[in-house]
């Protein structure tokens, strides 16, 4: 399958800006792509740490118990349905 391939009106100092990212036998689409891919990670894993950082919204390791387990007791089942 054979992609359609277009033109970019770039000034040369971004010419030249792409053409440092480039890496030794690799086009300047696919120096894009990966420029793109990490761009897009960074932005994803930028969007994840501002929640984390809400800090009201996580409840202290402390308040859940260890290993997550709620200090809350919770009822045994009846030996009569225990079988079931």
Partial sequence: MTSVLTTIPLR??????IKALVREGETYDKALRRV?????LASHLE???ERL???SRFVP???IG????????TRPIPASRAGR
């Avoid at 040369?12 to 800006?17: D, F, G, L, N, Y």
């Avoid at 793109?36 to 897009?40: G, V």
């Fill in 36 to 40: 793109l891919e990490q761009a897009e």
């Fill in 47 to 49: 969007t994840h740490y």
């Fill in 12 to 17: 040369r100092s971004t010419k030249s800006r």
């Fill in 53 to 55: 950082r809400d800090k």
């Fill in 61 to 63: 390791l402390e308040e």
């Fill in 66 to 73: 260890h290993w997550g387990r709620s200090r809350r007791r």
